[in-house]
């Protein structure tokens, strides 16, 4: 695979991270508001918002920021959860985490949670479109090949997140994936990825 540099893509790509980030954090500013506040109160414990060491660019590593979607004492419950892992690799997924909470469950159907990801956009940690960060234990155990989909900087969406069976996709594959976007990026696949994701999205929502 060709993993040549496209210095005048890179360009491109951030300035339509920056603008396109910087509208939706403003226009959707008091939406922000009102999903924290439901978050905060909905257990009457913890933060609304949940931020946790990712792995982006040339792996260097950043503080990635969610809507809180579990338990506060999530991540000290995840070793005896592991067992029920049903992910293959080094990554962690459970159908029916109990970690999860009920408004959790909406924020993450909807993929709400993931919308506070739009200040590491600003900020220029991420991109719209790219490879999921992965947590630094999950980078520990990554191959050279696996590696590789740290060359770019890390996004919201990328082929495995815009593929409608991506829940049957083993980790070999979606590191191939990832791998793929790296070589064919450019300013027409960014746009179809976010359009294909979206479609997704609204899919998945309605239970189609």
């Given at each position: 695979?060709?993993?040549?540099?496209?210095?005048?893509?890179?360009?491109?790509k951030?300035?339509f991270d920056?603008?396109?980030?910087?509208?939706?954090?403003?226009?959707?500013?008091?939406?922000?508001?009102?999903?924290?506040?439901i978050?905060?109160v909905?257990?009457?414990?913890?933060?609304?918002?949940?931020?946790?060491?990712?792995?982006?660019?040339?792996?260097?590593?950043?503080?990635?920021?969610?809507?809180?979607?579990?338990?506060?004492?999530?991540?000290?419950?995840?070793?005896?959860?592991?067992?029920f892992?049903?992910?293959?690799?080094?990554?962690?997924?459970?159908?029916?985490?109990?970690?999860?909470?009920?408004?959790?469950?909406?924020?993450?159907?909807?993929?709400?949670?993931?919308?506070p990801?739009?200040?590491?956009?600003?900020?220029?940690?991420?991109?719209?479109?790219?490879?999921?960060?992965?947590?630094?234990?999950?980078?520990?155990?990554?191959?050279?090949?696996?590696k590789l989909?740290?060359?770019v900087?890390p996004?919201?969406?990328c082929?495995?997140?815009?593929?409608?069976?991506?829940?049957?996709?083993?980790?070999?594959?979606?590191?191939?994936?990832?791998?793929q976007?790296?070589?064919?990026?450019?300013?027409?696949?960014?746009?179809k990825?976010?359009f294909k994701?979206?479609?997704v999205?609204?899919k998945h929502?309605?239970?189609r």
């Amino acid at each position: 695979m060709n993993f040549e540099k496209k210095p005048g893509f890179e360009f491109i790509k951030r300035v339509f991270d920056f603008v396109v980030s910087l509208v939706f954090l403003v226009v959707f500013s008091i939406f922000y508001i009102i999903v924290a506040i439901i978050v905060a109160v909905s257990d009457g414990k913890g933060k609304p918002f949940f931020v946790q060491e990712r792995v982006g660019k040339d792996g260097k590593t950043f503080k990635l920021y969610k809507f809180r979607t579990m338990c506060v004492d999530a991540e000290a419950k995840k070793a005896e959860l592991m067992k029920f892992n049903e992910a293959d690799g080094p990554a962690f997924k459970m159908k029916d985490d109990p970690r999860i909470t009920k408004v959790g469950k909406v924020l993450r159907k909807t993929n709400i949670d993931e919308l506070p990801q739009m200040l590491n956009i600003l900020k220029g940690d991420m991109s719209f479109v790219g490879p999921r960060p992965p947590l630094p234990k999950e980078v520990a155990q990554y191959s050279e090949t696996d590696k590789l989909r740290l060359l770019v900087k890390p996004g919201l969406t990328c082929y495995w997140q815009a593929s409608r069976n991506r829940n049957d996709i083993s980790f070999e594959e979606w590191m191939h994936l990832d791998r793929q976007y790296i070589q064919d990026r450019s300013v027409g696949v960014d746009l179809k990825l976010i359009f294909k994701t979206i479609g997704v999205i609204i899919k998945h929502r309605d239970g189609r």
